[in-house]
């Protein structure tokens, strides 16, 4: 287990470094991370051979333009897609929580420390180097708006019969803070609001950058159903203005985590039974 969570950390400084510093020191956590999991046989040759082409291609990304940097956009896209899904064998995801339940009234949850899924934060950011941000003022009107939303949405989705109230505070819930901050909240919002919604921003206008990502955000929540594709682009909007009024792609992922973390304390999770 140890020499196994070693992997992890070293991916989670990679992903922090990142966010502290752009380009100095996450390649180098990165590089150890993935030679650790070769070594520990949670990486397979193919796998390794697969991440790298991906990461290759984004890197390379810079020195194209036209159509070939389309094509490169389109094939980071593919190799993160395939990635999410974990459509590509020899990644040796961690077990982490089999079948746990926060509460009496929660459904059960297993959970897994991935490898493959968290690659695709490094792909996405040497597309849009950008895409971390530049802290802007926000007033607190937008603020009281964000704080509203954060409310509102856990409200509908309790309005809706997906969740019920229900207090815990399970032993488990240091793990999944750092899973769910550092490789799922990371993930996604790198993809829908620093990939998808920072393009589209710049292509149309921020309403439309904001709109199509939270839709998509919720179409990415199919498993739980119609009503929770809902809730979720609801929540996706919160995380999307948030990060059109901070400017910081970080501000996105903590209320994103946040969130999470409040729906685990306070309401049934991931749903009610």
Same mark, same amino acid.
Request: charged letters at 15%; glycine letters at 12%.
């Given at each position: 287990m140890i020499p196994d969570g070693l992997v992890w950390l070293l991916l989670a400084c990679s992903i922090t470094g990142l966010f502290i510093n752009n380009t100095r020191y996450w390649p180098f956590f990165l590089a150890i991370a993935l030679s650790l999991a070769f070594w520990l046989e949670r990486l397979t040759p193919v796998a390794a051979i697969f991440s790298l082409i991906g990461l290759g291609i984004?890197? #390379?990304?810079?020195n194209l333009a036209g159509k070939w940097l389309a094509l490169a956009h389109f094939g980071v896209i593919l190799w993160g897609t395939a990635l999410a899904l974990h459509l590509v064998p020899g990644f040796?995801?961690?077990?982490?929580?089999?079948?746990?339940?926060s509460g009496p009234d929660s459904i059960p949850f297993t959970m897994y420390l991935n490898l493959d899924k968290p690659l695709i934060i490094f792909g996405l950011f040497l597309l849009v180097p950008g895409m971390l941000g530049q802290h802007r003022e926000i007033s607190?009107?937008?603020?009281a708006v964000l704080a509203g939303l954060f409310v509102l949405t856990p409200t509908? *989705? *309790?309005l809706l019969m997906l969740v019920r109230p229900e207090f815990s505070f399970p032993e488990w819930i240091w793990v999944f803070a750092f899973n769910n901050l550092l490789l799922?909240?990371?993930?996604?919002?790198?993809? +829908?609001?620093g990939y998808v919604q920072n393009l589209l921003t710049q292509r149309f206008n921020h309403w439309i950058g904001i709109s199509v990502a939270s839709m998509l955000f919720?179409?990415?929540? #199919? *498993?739980?159903g119609p009503l929770f594709i809902l809730v979720a682009g +609801? *929540?996706?909007?919160? $995380?999307?203005?948030? $990060?059109?009024?901070?400017?910081?792609?970080?501000?996105a992922v903590g209320v994103h985590f946040g969130f999470n973390l409040f729906h685990l304390v306070f309401f049934t999770y991931?749903?009610?039974?």
């Open positions: 984004a890197a #390379f990304s810079k040796g995801n961690l077990l982490i929580l089999d079948k746990v339940v607190l009107s937008k603020v509908l *989705a *309790a799922t909240c990371v993930a996604e919002e790198t993809l +829908f609001r919720g179409l990415a929540h #199919f *498993a739980g +609801f *929540a996706g909007a919160l $995380y999307g203005l948030t $990060y059109h009024w901070t400017g910081r792609l970080s501000m991931p749903l009610g039974k």
